[in-house]
T-cell receptor, first 116, second 114 residues
């Protein structure tokens, strides 16, 4: 079974509007963390935001926020006030601590296109 | 500040030829280092990771190998490339501490095996 599922292969949003990118995860580890990365067409992966499983509040970083619903095992990324430069692939990832080694697992990604 | 370098940026190699991709990190010490491969339109596949000099863990058994000859240098190699080795190779690092978990990626190497 996939540990990270991103069901939206592609998303479109109008500039200045908000958009939500979905991510569900599967783990039995009580201590884990969830990440979102952005990959523009240049290819470099850029870290956006992190949420630990024990964090009480949803993580926010500027226009990015992570809507963490632990019971539903979802960690959706919300981008507010979309900009043309937000057009990119977005990857959800999870780290688990089972076994003591840190091996992140990535989803297949969602392509976001921001229209002017 | 920390920076990560990868080279070359692009590479076209014939089947059966050797490969050497290099990654170096500046501005940090004892980082955890990672090699990923990304096929077109796909997510990242972890190939190797290292928690210290000479310590390499392989996630995918194949004709690739990795080495860490220095603290901040990570090398991906192959003796004989296969067509299936084509892809986008990304090196990443993270701090070895347990209070920060995010990874920082290099610019990547686009490898085409012909």
């Amino acid at each position: 079974a996939q540990k990270i599922t991103q069901t939206q292969p592609g998303m479109f949003v109008q500039e200045k509007e908000a958009v939500t990118l979905d991510c569900t995860y599967d783990t039995s580890d009580p201590s884990y963390g969830l990440f979102w990365y952005k990959q523009p067409s240049s290819g470099e992966m850029i870290f956006l935001i992190y949420q630990g499983s024990y964090d009480q509040q949803n993580a926010t970083e500027g226009r990015y926020s992570l809507n963490f619903q632990k019971a539903r095992k979802s960690a959706n990324l919300v981008i507010s006030a979309s900009q043309l430069g937000d057009s990119a692939m977005y990857f959800c990832a999870m780290r688990e601590t089972a076994g003591g080694s840190y091996i992140p697992t990535f989803g297949r990604g969602t392509s976001l296109i921001v229209h002017p | 500040s920390q920076t990560i370098h990868q080279w070359p940026a692009t590479l076209v190699q014939p089947v059966g030829s050797p490969l050497s991709l290099e990654c170096t990190v500046e501005g940090t010490s004892n980082p955890n280092l990672y090699w990923y491969r990304q096929a077109a339109g796909r997510g990242l596949q972890l190939l190797f990771y290292s928690v210290g000099i000479g310590q390499i863990s392989s996630e995918v058994p194949q004709n690739l190998s990795a080495s860490r000859p220095q603290d901040r240098q990570f090398i991906l190699s192959s003796k004989k490339l296969l067509l299936s080795d084509s892809g986008f190779y990304l090196c990443a690092w993270r701090t070895s501490g347990r209070d920060r978990y995010e990874q920082y990626f290099g610019p990547g190497t686009r490898l085409t095996v012909t």
